[in-house]
């Protein structure tokens, strides 16, 4: 009697099952397999270039700036241990994609083109244009400044922004000066009738010269965000739900008016 053996369509059919059980089995081990922590080395560790002051400073080896205590405040709204990592700006997502930091924390703007290799939490500050000008001038968007005087930084991005409007409004003197302080100086001694500036410059300079204001309306906006790998979305829920409570208990305010 001969051995007659499966046909070649009932071997495939064979083949198939066994895969499907071996799939199953697997998916099953990783269904029962622990979620990976979210903090695997036990503290925050924080990537951060501490040479972009006021963000990031380093004097003597010791570490401070807008930055260190954003990531101070994080580390105790989720009740763990802090690890500062200095690292050079061209090595921060090198670092974080080599698992080296968890998070960073470094004036890094919103990068689109990073979207798929990182997650960005909500913002915790807007370094875009803004318009600075005295406080009861009514000056409060580029609207309005259809037929005024405008300080920028010559070929600087409010340079560019005033431009823009330029071409929408029917006048509009653009001044261009050396520096972003110079705009602003401008405005202050009446050359001009507001300036158009980064946040961080604006911020800066009327720390210590009072009588202008930033409008409310920012002319243009550039987010800086933490980053967070795209494995780990239980870190990244934690931090952007703990900068959104910075934001709304003022706690996030009072850190950048210490800097900025």
């Known amino acids: 009697m ?7 369509r009932a071997r495939l059919g064979i083949g198939l099952g066994l ?16 979620e990976r922590p979210m903090l695997p080395y036990g503290a925050l560790r ?28 994080l580390a105790g709204r989720l009740d763990v ?20 930091v968890d ?3 470094s004036a890094l703007r919103v990068d689109p083109g990073r979207m798929g290799d990182v997650h960005y939490t909500t913002g915790y500050f807007d370094a875009g244009q803004v318009l600075v000008r005295p406080p009861e001038s ?33 006048v509009l003197d653009i ?22 500036v980064d ?6 300079w009327l720390r210590d010269h009072p009588g202008l204001a930033i409008a409310p309306e920012y002319v243009t906006h550039d987010p800086y965000a933490a980053a967070v790998r795209p494995d780990n979305p239980r870190l990244w829920e934690a931090i952007d739900a703990a900068i959104q409570a910075m934001h709304a208990d003022g706690t996030l305010e009072t850190i950048l008016s210490r800097w900025l």
Do not use: C, N
């Not at 001969?2 to 070649?8: E, F, K, V």
């Not at 002051?53 to 003597?60: I, N, S």
């Open 2 to 8: 001969r051995l007659r053996l499966p046909s070649r």
């Open 19 to 34: 895969l499907a059980v071996a799939a199953g089995v697997m998916l099953a081990y990783l269904l029962r397999a622990p």
């Open 46 to 73: 924080v990537g951060i270039d501490p040479s972009y002051p006021p963000f990031g400073l380093d004097f003597d080896g010791e570490l401070s700036g807008l930055d260190i205590d954003l990531a101070t405040a």
């Open 81 to 100: 241990p802090l690890r500062l990592v200095p690292l050079g700006y061209d090595g921060l997502y090198d670092a974080l994609k080599a698992d080296q």
């Open 103 to 105: 998070v960073l924390l």
């Open 138 to 170: 009514g000056l409060d968007e580029m609207s309005a400044m259809d037929g005024r005087v405008i300080g920028v930084e010559f070929g600087s991005e409010g340079d560019q922004t005033a431009r823009a409007w330029q071409r929408r409004l029917r």
């Open 175 to 196: 001044r261009p000066f050396e520096t972003a302080s110079a705009a602003l100086e401008a405005v202050h001694s009446g050359q001009a009738d507001a300036a158009l």
């Open 199 to 204: 946040a961080i410059a604006a911020r800066l």
